[in-house]
């Protein structure tokens, strides 16, 4: 049974930095294109950045580009989220599942909270 448990979301000023994980069980990672994700109250899950199986990343949302990124450490199994110079309309919860999304694979997310 696959598994991600989301980790390291906090509050946080803006102008910090976060680093968010992603702990799989029952998936390997690295086998797989996998991607973090975003959702607000009331509105739809967006996808912030994927990885692919041979460690080339993107990001996706312009608004993101230079401040988020995303890593994998195949001996830890984890999968990771950069977050710096982060800003208000950051605050979120963040997944982690693969990419594109399945939908039994959502875990319980981590918030994100960006406030003076």
């Known amino acids: 049974q696959v598994q991600f448990v989301e980790s390291g979301g906090g509050l946080v000023q803006p102008g910090g930095s976060l680093r968010l994980s992603c702990k799989s069980s029952g998936l390997i990672l690295s086998t797989r294109r996998m991607a973090w994700y975003r959702q607000v109250p009331g509105k739809q899950r967006d996808l912030i950045a994927t990885?692919?199986?041979?460690?080339?990343?993107?990001v996706h949302e312009d608004s993101m580009k230079g401040r988020f990124s995303i890593s994998r450490d195949d001996a830890e199994n984890t999968l990771y989220l950069q977050m710096n110079n982060l800003k208000f309309e950051d605050t979120a919860v963040y997944y982690c599942?693969?990419?594109?999304?399945?939908?039994?694979?959502w875990g319980q997310g981590t918030q994100v909270t960006v406030s003076s």
């Open positions: 990885i692919l199986t041979s460690g080339v990343t993107s």
């Open positions: 599942n693969l990419g594109p999304p399945v939908p039994g694979y």
